[in-house]
C-alpha cells in the first residue's frame, strides 16, 4: 500500500547522561520512514535539504526501499540543525540550538509518482505546509495521519485548527493534548479535540505508553520498561513510522486494527532509545520486532474469572 511521509530531514547534535553526540543525521521524516520501512515499500518522502545533507543516509535510505524524489536538495543552503541537551529523567530537554535554515521556506512538491497514495503521514511541520500538502494531492489518501506540537499551538493556533479539519489522526503528547484543548482530563481533552475535525486521536505518555481515542472507545498500550534508554530523540516519530507503516501493510483502517499498529508503533520506538539517532533503526530484523512486539502482549496479558 502506497505512503507518503512528509516532514524533516536534518543534523541533530545530542547531550543525555549517557553520552553526547556531534552532528548526527535526525528530522521527522527520517525516523518516520526508516520505521515505516519495516511495513511497507517503498516509502516516499516529501522533504527539504541542503547541500551539506549527509548522502550515505541517503543511500541507505535507497537500500531499504524509500523513495526521495520528493526531496528537494538546496545545494547552497544548509539542513535544518536542532541541538538539545537531556535532563536525568530523559523526560524532559533543553533546546540549546534551532536552525530553520532550508526549512524556513519549505514549500512542498509532490511528485506525480507520489499522487494516488492510499496513505499519508504528515509529521510535524508548520500547520500550513501540512495543509499545503493534503490540497497538492489530486486524491484524498484512505488516512492521513498527522503530528504537531505546542510550538505551533503557540505561534499558529488558528492555521493549526483549519488543518486538523482536513486530517484522520492526531498524534500528540499528554501536555499538547491539554494545552490545545484547555482540559487538564485527558478523556474530556480527546473529545475536544476530535470535536475539531480528527475522528482518532494517539496521545503519547512516553515512559508511560500511549492512549488511542475514537468515538467513545479507549484503548491504551503500555511502554516497555528497559534496561538503558540512551536517547528519547525521534521515538515519537519512530512511533508514528510503526503505526503508519502497519496500517499501511495491513490496509486496514479499524480501531481494532489501530490498536495493533498502536503496539507496533511502541515496539519500533522501544528500538529507537536504545542508541543515539537512527543508529537502532538501521539493521533491525523481523524477528527482533515480532519478539519485541511478543514483549508488549506479555507485558499486558492476564487471565481473570469475573464473579
Known amino acids: 500500500m502506497s505512503l507518503v511521509v512528509v516532514g524533516s530531514m536534518a543534523f541533530d547534535a545530542l547531550e543525555t547522561p ?19 520501512s519495516y511495513f511497507v515499500k517503498p516509502v516516499n518522502v516529501v522533504s527539504v535539504v ?25 545545494e547552497n543552503e ?48 508548520a500547520p500550513q505546509v501540512q495543509k499545503t500538502v493534503i490540497e497538492r494531492l489530486t486524491e484524498r489518501p484512505k488516512l ?18 483549519e488543518t486538523l479539519k482536513l486530517v484522520d489522526v492526531l498524534s ?34 512516553g515512559e508511560h ?9 479507549v484503548f491504551f498500550a503500555p511502554a516497555l520498561p528497559l534496561e538503558e534508554v540512551f536517547d528519547p530523540t525521534g521515538a515519537g516519530d519512530t ?18 486494527n489501530m490498536k495493533r499498529a498502536i503496539i507496533y508503533g511502541s515496539a519500533m520506538a522501544s528500538f529507537c532509545v536504545e542508541k543515539f539517532g537512527t543508529e537502532r533503526l538501521k539493521n533491525l530484523t523481523q524477528e527482533e520486532i515480532e519478539n519485541r512486539v511478543q514483549q508488549f502482549v506479555n507485558l499486558v496479558a492476564f487471565d481473570t474469572v469475573l464473579q
Open 78 to 125: 544548509k539542513s535544518f540543525f536542532w541541538s538539545g541537551r537531556y535532563f536525568n529523567d530523559m523526560n524532559s530537554r533543553e533546546t540549546l540550538v534551532t536552525e530553520l535554515n532550508v526549512l524556513g521556506d519549505f514549500d512542498p512538491i509532490i511528485p506525480d509518482s507520489y499522487q494516488g497514495c492510499e496513505y499519508l503521514m504528515l509529521g510535524n511541520l
Open 18 to 36: 549517557f553520552g553526547k553526540t556531534d552532528k548526527i543525521v535526525g528530522g521527522a521524516a527520517t525516523y518516520i520512514s526508516l520505521s515505516s
Open 50 to 74: 541542503g547541500g551539506d545533507f549527509d548522502q550515505d543516509h541517503v543511500a541507505l535510505m535507497h537500500q531499504r526501499n524509500i523513495s526521495t524524489e520528493g526531496v528537494q536538495v538546496k
Open 209 to 217: 505508553g500511549a492512549l488511542l481515542f475514537n468515538e467513545d472507545k
Open 144 to 161: 492521513v495521519v498527522m503530528d504537531t506540537m505546542n510550538f505551533w499551538m503557540d505561534i499558529a493556533l488558528d492555521e493549526l485548527k
Open 172 to 205: 500528540i503528547n499528554d501536555e499538547e493534548a491539554r494545552q490545545l484543548s484547555g482540559e487538564y482530563s485527558l478523556v474530556k481533552a480527546a473529545k475536544k479535540i476530535m470535536a475539531m475535525g480528527p475522528k482518532f486521536l494517539i496521545i503519547k505518555k
Open 239 to 256: 512511533f508514528a513510522g510503526g503505526f503508519i507503516g502497519y496500517i499501511a501493510s495491513t490496509n486496514d483502517i479499524s480501531f481494532e
